[in-house]
């Protein structure tokens, strides 16, 4: 069982940026994470994920170049570092974990995720 805690969310203005992090209970060095938000009224979707055997990473289109996944296996904590906001960014971010890499981008890939942290971005 793996428990997750995001933090970091906040206001920022459009431009800005921000790092958000989840701290896990259990060891995620062997496994794989994803970012995932959900905005007011919209499904859940794929943001970021990163492979654990190779630590190739992945992006959902609309952040590709703007934000990076990037993990401690140290200190149990995924990064999700978040430059050039803008205001359509605003949602609940959630991290996950992956347990078994059959995919990366559906939010039944994964088994355990986190309570979720309000990132607000105004215009």
């Known amino acids: 069982q793996v428990q997750l805690v995001e933090s970091g969310g906040g206001l920022v203005q459009a431009g800005g940026s921000l790092r958000l992090s989840c701290l896990a209970s259990?060891?995620?060095?062997?496994?794989?994470m994803g970012w995932f938000r959900q905005a007011p009224g919209k499904e859940r979707e794929f943001v970021a994920a990163?492979?654990?055997?190779?630590?190739?990473?992945f992006y959902a289109d609309s952040v590709k170049g703007r934000f990076t996944i990037s993990r401690d296996n140290v200190k149990n904590t995924v990064f999700l570092q978040m430059d050039s906001l803008k205001p359509e960014d605003t949602a609940v971010y959630y991290c996950?974990?992956?347990?078994?890499?059959?995919?990366?981008?559906?939010?039944?890939?994964?088994?355990?995720w986190g309570q979720g942290t309000q990132v607000t971005v105004s215009s």
């Open positions: 990163r492979r654990r055997s190779d630590g190739s990473t």
């Open positions: 996950a974990v992956n347990t078994i890499w059959r995919g990366y981008d559906s939010a039944n890939d994964y088994a355990y």
């Open positions: 259990g060891r995620i060095s062997t496994y794989a």
